[in-house]
């Protein structure tokens, strides 16, 4: 019986699916979906927020940030990027690893290696910022009248869970969907936009992580944005919450640079060994913060409120 000659790689379509495939699709989105899942099982927002989140505050501020009210635009500044800081732990800067993937190895120098990770992280903000800036000068000028500076807590589902529901849910519905296109299990839905604008994929991502803030119920951010509100200063809104993202991702930007130097050498010869190891890393990347967004954000959120069953972690 004659052998099947091995399936040639595509042409890459956009930065996030590159061809080369690995011969198990539907095995590498499988084991994605699986970890999603049980990152949404085994989430706990207390330890996340309390215990990472608000003792990395406290220690750069020097106070309590939750209880400590905010005095002035200048400490919301300093405030807006050590909260968003704290609050770096997100599933989407999991996703936000997966446009590494395709940019390992593609220069020899240390210097060239350098410029390609840091030139996405220029795309990525291009992305961010003109979300998290429209969406803090919207703050600054009806914010008090917006779901999330309400503090009551409502049954059922409130307002404020609403957006929260609908915002995560579309931004994880992104994510699985380039984690399928760069598996090669789907058609890439950025390979038209690619052509023309090379860096579209990594300005998306940039787009999804300032999304979060749209949505996002931790206690610091909720802090700022009421502050934000108050003030009903629009440039200060959009300041400050610029300043938030890029707290956001900064620990996330360090990593991407760190993969650049001596230190990373051995993951990019790792990954630069196999061509299909690149596209497996991206679409993990995707399809574990997508799956764990929208299980997290969407059925778990409706679990608790008895409108669907999901299991629940005994710490969770």
Not at 261 to 269: D, V
Request: proline share 7%.
């Amino acid at each position: 019986m004659a052998e099947h000659a091995p399936r040639r790689p595509s042409s890459p379509t956009s930065l996030f699916v590159t061809g080369d495939f690995p011969r198990r699709r539907w095995l590498t989105a499988l084991l994605g979906a699986v970890g999603g899942l049980l990152l949404a099982y085994a989430w706990n927002a207390k330890l996340v927020d309390d215990e990472i989140g608000f003792s990395s505050a406290d220690a750069l501020l020097g106070h309590d940030a939750h209880a400590t009210p905010i005095a002035g635009v200048a400490s919301g500044i300093v405030f807006a990027f050590v909260s968003g800081l704290a609050g770096s732990f997100t599933a989407c800067n999991i996703a936000a690893f997966g446009a590494v993937g395709p940019l390992v190895g593609q220069a020899p120098s240390l210097r060239g290696r350098f410029l390609h990770l840091a030139r996405p992280l220029g795309w990525i903000f291009a992305g961010m910022a003109p979300v998290s800036a429209a969406y803090g000068a919207l703050v600054g000028i009806v914010g008090t009248h917006m779901p999330q500076f309400s503090t009551a807590a409502g049954k059922g589902l409130s307002p404020r869970a609403i957006q929260s529901m609908a915002t995560f849910g579309l931004i994880g519905l992104v994510m699985i969907v380039l984690g399928l296109a760069a598996v090669g299990l789907i058609r890439d839905p950025l390979a038209g936009i690619s052509r023309r604008f090379p860096n579209a994929p990594l300005v998306l991502v940039g787009v999804l992580i300032g999304g979060f803030l749209v949505g996002r119920p931790y206690p610091l951010f909720r802090d700022l944005f009421r502050h934000a509100a108050n003030t009903h200063n629009p440039l200060y809104g959009a300041g400050a919450f610029v300043l938030q993202s890029v707290g956001n991702t900064a620990v996330m930007a360090l990593l991407f640079l760190l993969l650049s130097s001596r230190p990373g050498e051995r993951l990019r010869r790792l990954l630069s060994a196999r061509p299909g190891r690149i596209s497996v890393v991206t679409a993990a990347a995707f399809l574990v913060a997508g799956v764990f967004t929208v299980v997290y954000w969407d059925v778990r959120m409706l679990a608790r409120l008895g409108y669907l069953w999901f299991p629940s972690s005994p710490w969770g």
